[in-house]
């Protein structure tokens, strides 16, 4: 099955200084690390709004875009919506390896933050700017390597899990970065044999495998490419799509420790902490 998007970003639901003034304010609270109690505006009623703000706010943000995160549109909506999935940036600044010691996982004061064990898939080659639609099968062919990674979720925007997949989508997808593990040998085929665990100050919060990704890795990488070439931004060699979370959204807040744990591959741990600003 080909992956197909309709974002319409020509025809945004809000007016155009509505949505200016959304990312704007996305892109202040990110820079000063200061949280947001309330989305900043109308909230976006369709995808292609909420993709018009972080397009918006993305163009504005001081790093370049080192890859995006898919993350699942909760099924009840998927028919509103018009998606299965969503993407958001991954910035170059973000993203780190989850070799040698332990980790820090930045999350604004004020504001939302999360892990989520993820696989990160490295992309083969530039996708070219004029193809929209990919079939999971024409994605695979992107695919140069599958690594185990940990997606550090949240951003300034409190209430976003609770406001939904708009609101994510629109502040920057809701992504505060990545961390990049252990190649993982047999590429797709290594990973689905692969289960993750993670847990937080010592407790398991989440079981899981890549059963929980609709239709696999490379499916997640459909969506990546056909909606990033939609944003104006086809998919770059070397660049990462980490392509959803196996075991949930896990909360976390400052000063709680995180281990997430794939079979047989080393642990990756460490300690959320407060998010400086931007160049301070």
Do not use: C
């Not at 943000?61 to 993350?71: F, N």
């Not at 996708?127 to 185990?148: G, Q, R, T």
């Not at 407790?203 to 939609?230: E, N, T, W, Y």
């Amino acid at each position: 099955m080909t992956v197909t998007h309709p974002i319409g970003l020509s025809a945004p639901t809000l007016a155009d200084p509505v949505i200016a003034e959304a990312a704007a304010r996305f892109v202040d609270a990110r820079r000063s690390a200061t949280g947001l109690a309330d989305f900043p505006g109308p909230l976006p009623a369709d995808l292609a709004t909420a993709y018009a703000i972080q397009a918006t706010a993305t163009a504005a943000w001081p790093d370049e875009v080192a890859g995006w995160k898919v993350a699942r549109v909760p099924p009840a909506l998927e028919e509103t919506l018009g998606a299965m999935r969503y993407i958001g940036p991954i910035f170059a600044g973000t993203v780190v390896t989850g070799a040698g010691g332990p980790l820090t996982f930045p999350v604004i004061p004020g504001g939302f933050g999360a892990v989520e064990a993820e696989f990160a898939v490295r992309i083969a080659a530039d996708a070219p700017a004029d193809k929209l639609d990919y079939s999971p099968a024409e994605a695979a062919a992107f695919i140069a390597a599958v690594h185990a990674a940990i997606e550090v979720a949240g951003g300034p925007l409190a209430p976003v899990n609770t406001l939904g997949p708009t609101a994510s989508t629109a502040v920057f997808g809701n992504n505060n970065g990545l961390i990049v593990g252990e190649e993982i040998v047999g590429g797709v085929e290594g990973s689905d044999a692969l289960r993750a665990e993670v847990l937080i100050d010592g407790q398991s919060v989440g079981v899981g495998s890549s059963a929980k990704l609709p239709g696999g890795i490379a499916a997640a990488v459909a969506v990546a490419l056909s909606v990033a070439v939609r944003l104006g931004r086809p998919l770059k060699a070397g660049q990462w799509i980490s392509t959803g979370a196996l075991t949930g959204v896990h909360a976390i807040a400052i000063g709680q420790q995180a281990r997430i744990a794939f079979t047989g591959l080393e642990p990756m741990s460490g300690t959320a902490v407060a998010a400086g600003a931007v160049g301070a």
